[in-house]
Structure formats: C-alpha cells, structure tokens
C-alpha cells in the first residue's frame, strides 16, 4: 500500500508510533484547540467535539491537499464519569482508583481527510480492571508519569498489569484506531 505523507495534527508520542509501526509516512504538526470549552454529558460527545474542534483548527492552518490531514483525540469513562487529565496528584489518585476494579472506557475519535475522501470514527475500547495495588498506585503517582494523560493511566504501562478483561483494539486506547483508519488508506 503506497499512501501519501500523512499530516498527524497532533503531539501525542503514542500516535506517531502506532503510525510509525504501521509503516506510514507522516509529519506531525500539531495544532492549538482549547478543549476546556467543550461542554459535553457524555464521553462519546465530548471526543467527538474535541475532535472536530482539532480538525477545523487544522483546516485553518494546513492544506490537505498538499498532505492528507490526521486528527484524533482520546477521552477516558469510567462509571460514567469523563476522567480528564488529572491537575494535580490527589486529582490523579482520585481519577485512578476510580478505575480500579471497575470497567474503563477509553474512547478515540479520528477525522482523516484527503483529496479522495473523509473518514470520521470514532470507536472504544473497554478494560475491565483487576484492583490497584496501593503501594504501586502511589509509586506511580509520585512517578509523575500520569501528567498529560486522559484518566491519568496508561494501558501501555502502569494499568497493564491490572487488566483482567479487553474488548476492542489497544491502538484505539493509546490514541488512534489504527484497524479503522488503514483499510481506508488502500483506496
């Protein structure tokens, strides 16, 4: 499959590597979108609307037939709360034992648009968690590695080794449904 240069109008790390190890050819050019304007009463809404906020902010600043454009965003449910980037660190433990023992929702929206068409998904990946050891929760709270991260966990790391149950793609909880997007790119 050749496929244009992707634009991936975003700064998440995780997102360039699931586009890297997809094997796809991108720039990452981040754009500017303030999300705490979003008033939304479920998770669904509010990545969506994330998204579409990136997505029009990209529109502005970026040609997409120059590059095709990539934009996605990532939001974390559980117990039918929206868990946002945790503020500080009794946020963030706040935030985390929410999710222990209890089923996590992590929720990717992604618009890609190029000269041939516009793809808009959004998909979620449940986890259903084992109990949070307390003495590990706190060593990775004051590891500080929860900062900038939706739900203050990362599937990749510290939740990993407390997940009893997965129902849809890891790709789509560390930011980018990958699965969806590459069927599409063989247009």
């Known amino acids: 499959m050749k496929t244009k240069k992707i634009r991936l109008c975003s700064q998440s790390e995780s997102r360039a590597l699931i586009l890297h190890g997809a094997g796809l050819d991108f720039i990452q050019s981040p754009v500017d979108y303030d999300e705490e304007q979003i008033i939304a009463h479920s998770a669904k809404n509010f990545v969506y609307q994330a998204t579409v906020g990136k997505y029009k902010a990209a529109l502005r600043e970026y040609d997409y037939h120059e590059y095709p454009l990539l934009c996605a965003d990532t939001v974390v449910a559980s117990q039918n709360k929206i868990l946002r980037k945790a503020k500080n660190i009794d946020d963030a433990r ?27 998904d959004i998909s979620s990946t449940e986890y259903l968690f084992d109990t949070f050891d307390k003495e590990k929760l706190e060593s990775y709270l004051h590891s500080g590695e929860w900062r900038g991260k939706a739900g203050g966990c990362m599937v990749e790391g510290f939740c990993k080794s407390y997940i009893k149950e997965v129902k849809g793609y890891e790709s789509c909880a560390m930011g980018l449904s990958i699965e969806k997007l590459l069927p599409y790119l063989a247009l």
Do not use: D, G, H, P
């Not at 209890?102 to 793809?119: G, H, P, Q, R, V």
């Open 94 to 120: 706040e935030i985390l034992l929410s999710q222990s023992a209890n089923t996590t929702s992590i929720i990717t929206c992604m618009i890609y648009k190029s000269e041939k068409f516009e793809l808009v």
